[in-house]
């Protein structure tokens, strides 16, 4: 079904005035890191339209019971809230499932005027609330008629609108990406996971790890693809019978090949393909009985649902949060119900019903044992991560393995990026499947030109998901003036695909190579570009590998004392700003969307010029936010936004204009961004895109074999592999050239540009933000649900 075309391709918001319109936001159900700010963000987005914002505490329960559970909220009552849990209070409640509940709850709206509801929560938060708007017309006619309310309030209060914003851990909604909680959460399972190993490995252990996910098995699905775990249960796709041989045989194997660690990940709704429940303390039993393995259970419980969202969930829950209050904003009587999803890295609004209806068939399969209808109707990125699930994990024998020739060599080049270990380990383990030789070149091109080509092989890159850093080593070399011994090298090994890992020296290479092809036969054979770097700064692409790690770094999720905790020690020290340094060359990715998910009230990149006049506005800015409740201040600068205005000086400038109103303090964050662990978000990322790129590799090499060699000279046969928008599209590096600011190192287009009219709204700043991507209501049948390639992008 074709969505409702729209009328004018470019709006403002300025044009949707929320002048004598109320909002009510309430969270419900469980609750979900990120919530609080989807929360601030309906709150600040409503105030600065013109609304009155008003909160409903403890969800349902507090909209039927009215009173103080239902305040008008202020621009500072959302200061500092972009922490975890829900601080509005979320509650399940049986009253409001009765008429009578729901009719108190309507009278407690109209008492307040309030018709516009925002409501995050599960499918049953958001199906209560189009039941809700279903029966307003009747409920408002039973008051009427009861003498609680009068003609003029029947009027006045004729529609209730309602948008959903789904809050769950389990993203077990259909039509979205990502639900909010759930990256947050497979933060929690990664660090649990990777403090697991070291002990594990030291006493040669089995784990046996229990995660949420009663119905929906995608924290399991995702944590083990993250970290390489060795066996994984879900409720979608119970195991043959025989299965226990199966693991048993598997995790034998691992420890004859001498592998200290073995990780088997449950959720808590698994079950056998007699529906039987599988549960931790039967595998350990069995893995005890029939191995005599030391094995260990740790059920992770709400621990998943606690602790600091990630810069991810902050990120989506800001977006999700505005576009909720512009679909209020544009509702008419006749709108339906809709919900806010995540789709590629697009927010749009979906019909709210057709999502619930989806996600319940969902469970109908199941219950009806149709497991492979059940991941079918999960959506292709919940697919495509069991499909590459069993190519990393399962080590297939020379036998079973099709017949191939070929050789693929993998390099990185550039500055080291989390998560290109991840991208190794995958391109390596599928190209074995795919039946090719795998070779793993050191230090770059610098390595390669030098002879540091060796085959590497399944066993190689045991481990290698949840490393940090470049196991390969990475060079910035580019191989132009040394064709003519990477060239050998290539004749030497017979090398006949490359796949490339890295930043913007990796396009560089690529085109280098792509432009030799005239003068060496060597170099006319399909290569491929992976983007990493914590910059995101590669054109083709709205994404890069690492840029997630760092920006986590960023806003302290798990790092050292960045923003979180930066403003924390200011919450004891009144009146105090903090004056930040990212790294990001040109780029002013990290800046920008880092400053939004840590709440930073002003950002400098090199991409928006600013100037004194532009800096006295800020301080100003901050001066008068400073006589508020509000007594914090966080101020982002990209490393190279402006030659002059350095952080030392911006440092100094607001230090004497803020005196004897706030002090300052600054810091530099320099390369702590670019190590540490990768995020689960990083770890899947660069699993599924390295899969995707060897697939590629495989199909192009088979095309391009004639006459007993590989030939490809052809501009689709040199690419980069990187998300847009909604899907991971292959671009032909030629193609990029004229999209790239080669000077600044940096793509002519950036999407996150349009991120920083949102930042600077939940500022309080005046700006113009463009809705042009927005404002739509699709039908989830345009586009299966969860339909793009990666599990989403910010």
């Not at 540091?452 to 949840?466: A, S």
């Not at 792509?514 to 770097?533: D, G, V």
């Not at 990029?736 to 991120?755: A, G, S, Y």
Request: hydrophobic share 40%; aromatic share 8%.
């Amino acid at each position: 079904m074709a969505a409702p075309k729209r009328q004018d391709t470019r709006k403002f918001f300025e044009n949707l005035s929320g002048a004598g319109k109320s909002i009510a936001v309430l969270t419900s159900g469980g609750d979900a890191q990120g919530m609080n700010a989807a929360v601030r963000a309906v709150v600040r987005m409503g105030i600065y339209v013109g609304a009155k914002v008003y909160f409903i505490h403890e969800g349902y329960q507090g909209m039927v019971d009215g009173g103080d559970n239902i305040k008008e909220a202020r621009w500072e009552s959302v200061s500092s809230m972009l922490q975890g849990g829900t601080v509005i209070g979320s509650a399940r409640c049986k009253e409001f499932r009765t008429h009578e509940g729901r009719l108190k709850a309507a009278h407690n709206l109209v008492q307040k005027g309030i018709t516009n509801l925002c409501v995050i929560g599960g499918d049953g938060s958001l199906t209560g609330a189009n039941l809700f708007r279903e029966e307003w017309s009747g409920l408002l006619e039973e008051l009427l008629q009861q003498g609680l309310i009068d003609e003029e309030a029947t009027r006045k209060n004729s529609a209730l609108h309602i948008v959903g914003m789904v809050g769950s851990i389990d993203n077990d909604f259909c039509g979205t990406d990502m639900t909010i909680g759930t990256d947050s959460a497979l933060h929690r399972i990664i660090e649990v996971v990777d403090a697991i190993m070291t002990t594990a490995q030291s006493h040669q252990r089995t784990f046996v790890l229990e995660v949420m996910g009663r119905h929906c098995g995608y924290l399991a699905l995702v944590s083990a693809l993250a970290c390489g775990a060795d066996w994984v249960f879900i409720p979608e796709m119970p195991p043959e019978d025989g299965w226990e041989d199966n693991m048993c045989q598997k995790l034998s194997e691992n420890r004859a090949d001498k592998k200290r660690l073995n990780i088997i990940i449950v959720a808590e709704g698994a079950i056998d393909s007699h529906s039987k429940a599988i549960t931790p303390d039967y595998i350990k039993d069995l893995v005890v009985q029939r191995l005599g393995f030391d094995t260990r259970v740790t059920i992770l419980g709400h621990v998943q649902r606690g602790g600091t969202p990630s810069a991810f969930d902050r990120i989506l829950a800001s977006r999700m949060g505005v576009e909720a209050v512009l679909a209020l904003l544009e509702a008419s009587a006749n709108t339906p119900a809709c919900v806010v999803s995540l789709v590629g890295n697009q927010a749009v609004r979906l019909p709210l019903m057709e999502c619930v209806q989806m996600t319940q068939e969902v469970q109908k399969a199941m219950d009806e044992k149709k497991f492979d209808e059940a991941v079918r109707l999960r959506g292709r990125s919940f697919e495509n991560n069991l499909t590459t699930y069993s190519l990393l994990s399962y080590r297939k024998a020379d036998s079973e393995l099709p017949n191939s020739s070929f050789n693929v060599a993998v390099l990185n080049v550039g500055a080291p990026a989390a998560g290109m270990n991840a991208a190794v380990r995958s391109a390596v383990r599928v190209g074995i499947t795919e039946g090719h030789k795998m070779f793993a070149v050191s230090d770059g091109f610098e390595g390669f030109y030098k002879g540091q080509v060796k085959e590497i092989k399944w066993g190689d890159v045991g481990g290698w998901t949840g490393q940090g850093g470049s196991l390969l080593g990475t060079k910035r070399t580019l191989p132009g003036k040394h064709l003519d011994e990477i060239a050998e090298q290539m004749r030497i090994h017979n090398i006949n695909a490359l796949l490339v890992i890295g930043g913007f020296e990796a396009l560089e290479c690529l085109l280098q190579l792509y432009e030799a092809r005239a003068n060496y036969e060597e170099f006319c054979i399909p290569m491929c570009m992976l983007p990493a770097t914590i910059s995101n700064n590669v054109p083709g692409t709205d994404l890069s590998i690492g840029a997630d790690t760092s920006l986590n770094a960023i806003v302290e999720v798990r790092a050292s004392p960045t923003c979180d905790r930066i403003k924390q020690s200011a919450s004891g020290t009144k009146r105090r700003v903090f004056i930040i340094e990212t790294m990001g060359g040109y780029c002013g990715y990290l800046a920008t969307v880092g400053g939004l998910a840590a709440g930073a009230d002003t950002v400098y990149i090199y991409e928006e010029p600013f100037d004194i006049r532009d800096l006295q506005a800020n301080v100003e800015h901050l001066t008068q936010k400073m006589k508020t409740s509000i007594q914090r201040g966080l101020v982002l600068r990209n490393e190279n936004c402006n030659e002059n205005f350095t952080t030392d000086f911006i440092y100094q400038l607001y230090t004497e204009e803020g005196r004897g109103v706030f002090d300052c303090r600054k810091n530099i964050l320099g390369h702590m961004q670019q190590g540490g662990a990768p995020s689960p978000f990083d770890r899947n990322f660069s699993t599924k895109i390295a899969a995707k790129a060897m697939q590629w590799i495989t199909r192009t090499l088979k095309e391009s074999f004639k006459g007993g060699r590989v030939f490809a000279n052809s501009e689709d046969t040199c690419c980069l592999l990187g998300m847009r928008r909604r899907a991971m599209v292959f671009q032909p590096v030629s193609e990029l050239r004229d999209e790239t600011d080669f000077v600044h190192r940096i793509p002519k287009e950036q999407w996150w540009l349009k991120l920083r009219p949102l930042m600077k709204i939940l500022a309080k700043y005046k700006t113009s933000y463009d809705v042009s991507d927005s404002g739509q209501l699709e039908h989830v049948s345009r586009f299966r649900p969860k339909d793009s390639d990666t599990s989403a992008a910010i």
